[in-house]
């Protein structure tokens, strides 16, 4: 039943974003885009997530200012479910700023950002009126939407539309959220890497997305899972086909060369141990039943509110990019890039990727 009303409200946003009057141009020669999403801003206490990476998510956003990117903020951006919108400007309004300075522009010149299920309020006229009320015009030329297309061939959304308390119920999870669970955020000190995340409920939430951006033959790039995805695969995937190519490397090198490369094999084996560690040694939902690789069409930004940085999507003149912002060493690490207009092809006609992408891993 969720699959299904899953999949009409992603049919119903993306048929209103595809619409030519709203679907944004994009140049594979010159545009540079940065996608951010599940920022969760509080309100700098201990229930805030966002506040151990907000000087590292500024930095970036300089960066991204300075190299000519525009940005689209995938929702959640605002904890609105814990805070009230005033309790947020306080701490953070500046970098709000910056984000709406470098947002991506609607051909009507507005700003354009996305909501998500813990920003909804910003869609809502009453939030409005009551920015107004507040003498607060931070918010005056923003364009929010449900969905975007870019292109015509990329369609991004935060993903929660169709799951009842996130999407319909969402007022009644907004006062569950504030009223027990930030307190219980502050007397444990519990943050985004907490009991709150349930991997069965996100593996399920995920394969959906896969399986309508495949039929629909788009790139779906989504956040509100957290866990950041590049072409279908999941970090856990990438590890495990990385060791099969290092293996197979490891048969054609001298033996006097073999260190470097089963060294290599120990560490991205004692990656997977950690993931199925944390996931109680239940491994990921394949996203194919069967045998074959997945079709490159699902991608998803991860969170702003990782213990060991950030991630975000960059679109980088037809390169699409996985990245990482490390915390400690502030430092801007590309996990994968590919060619964008490659992966639309291989969506377009339903092909699972091959050695073009796998090569990218070693």
Request: aromatic share 10%; net charge positive.
């Amino acid at each position: 039943m969720f699959s299904d009303r899953m999949g009409r409200k992603f049919n119903q946003i993306y048929k209103e974003a595809a619409k030519p009057k709203n679907i944004i141009p994009l140049s594979f020669e010159k545009d540079r885009i940065v996608i951010f999403s599940d920022h969760h801003k509080g309100d700098n206490s201990s229930a805030d997530d966002f506040r151990k990476n907000a000087f590292l998510y500024s930095s970036a956003l300089s960066y991204y200012q300075k190299e000519g990117y525009m940005l689209i903020v995938l929702g959640d951006n605002e904890e609105l479910w814990e805070n009230s919108y005033d309790k947020i400007l306080c701490n953070y309004k500046e970098l709000i700023e910056k984000e709406i300075e470098i947002a991506l522009e609607s051909p009507s010149k507005k700003k354009i950002r996305l909501w998500g299920n813990h920003d909804k309020e910003v869609s809502l006229k009453r939030f409005k009126r009551y920015c107004k009320t507040q003498h607060e015009n931070i918010l005056d030329n923003i364009d929010y939407r449900e969905g975007l297309c870019l292109g015509g061939g990329i369609f991004l959304i935060h993903g929660h539309q169709g799951r009842f308390f996130d999407d319909i119920a969402w007022k009644l999870s907004r006062w569950a959220v504030q009223f027990v669970w930030k307190t219980i955020q502050k007397l444990l000190h519990i943050g985004i890497d907490g009991p709150a995340e349930n991997f069965r409920i996100r593996d399920d939430l995920e394969l959906k997305y896969y399986q309508w951006a495949k039929k629909n033959k788009v790139l779906l790039i989504c956040g509100h899972t957290h866990r950041a995805i590049f072409g279908s695969l999941t970090h856990l995937d990438c590890l495990q086909i990385s060791i099969h190519h290092l293996k197979i490397k490891l048969k054609e090198t001298p033996f006097i060369e073999r260190e470097k490369i089963e060294k290599e094999i120990r560490r991205k084996k004692a990656q997977i141990e950690k993931i199925l560690i944390r996931r109680l040694g239940k491994t990921p939902k394949s996203f194919e039943e069967n045998s074959a690789r997945p079709v490159p069409c699902y991608f998803n930004d991860g969170c702003c509110g990782y213990t060991n940085g950030i991630t975000c999507i960059e679109i980088d003149k037809g390169i699409i990019r996985l990245i990482k912002w490390q915390r400690q060493k502030k430092k801007r690490i590309i996990l994968f890039e590919r060619n964008l207009q490659l992966l639309l092809r291989y969506i377009n006609e339903s092909r699972p990727v091959d050695e073009f992408l796998e090569l990218e891993l070693l």
